[in-house]
């Protein structure tokens, strides 16, 4: 889903129509407050954001939802940016900063890279849920468990009996959804936590 998010709803309508003639589904939004109120920031998705819009303008917009840890991906759409404002976003985590009118194939590839990206944020917002149902205990011996300590070292480290490891680590395995130690591992990185 692609959520335009501008309040000339000229440009919404003309950047829409242009959106699913390239076969993407669109919603479009003429306020700031209403967008970060209703849209689903916590999927996979491209946010196009105008930079100047009354009240709420593109970088507060982008900073409360950078704040609400959304995993949409944001491309700037904008008539009035300049290169330290592009930077300044782009530095912030924006995929993109388009000025319009836009290219349709600019348009295309920074829908393209946006997508990757919410993938991205999606699968490690994911993994931080996760995470966060493991108990204490299970956290220190998934942590153990990333850099490479044995069952009985981790029981030496921990204070705990050997099959007490054994329980907290069927419970991490189960609880991350991971198939193999090399996964959960990955897995652990790939959240940051």
């Known amino acids: 889903m692609i959520h335009l998010v501008d309040d000339d709803e000229a440009v919404t309508s003309a950047c ?3 959106l699913e003639s390239l076969g993407h ?8 407050e209403q967008f970060l109120h209703d ?32 995993t949409l991906a944001v491309v700037f759409l904008t ?3 300049d ?3 592009a930077v300044q976003e782009i530095q912030s985590g924006a995929v993109d900063f388009l000025q319009k009118p836009v290219a349709a194939g600019a348009l295309k590839l920074a829908i393209e890279k946006g ?29 153990c468990v990333a850099v490479g300590l044995m ?17 907290h680590r069927a419970r ?17 990185n790939r959240s940051g936590v």
């Open 83 to 85: 290169v330290p404002m």
């Open 25 to 32: 589904s669109v919603r479009c939004w003429n306020r700031s």
């Open 115 to 143: 997508y990757a990206h919410s993938a991205r944020l999606t699968q490690t917002h994911d993994l931080r849920l996760r995470y966060a149902t493991l108990t204490p205990k299970e956290k220190e011996v998934a942590h």
């Open 79 to 81: 008539g009035h940016g």
């Open 172 to 188: 991490v395995m189960e609880k991350m959804d991971a198939k193999s130690m090399a996964e959960l591992v990955l897995q652990i």
């Open 39 to 70: 849209a689903p920031l916590d999927t996979t998705g491209v946010a196009l954001l105008d930079m100047r819009m009354p009240e709420m303008d593109g970088h507060a917009l982008f900073q409360a939802m950078r704040e609400a840890n959304s």
């Open 151 to 167: 069952n009985k070292d981790i029981a030496l480290k921990m204070h705990i009996a050997l099959r007490t490891v054994e329980v």
């Open 16 to 18: 829409s129509y242009l």
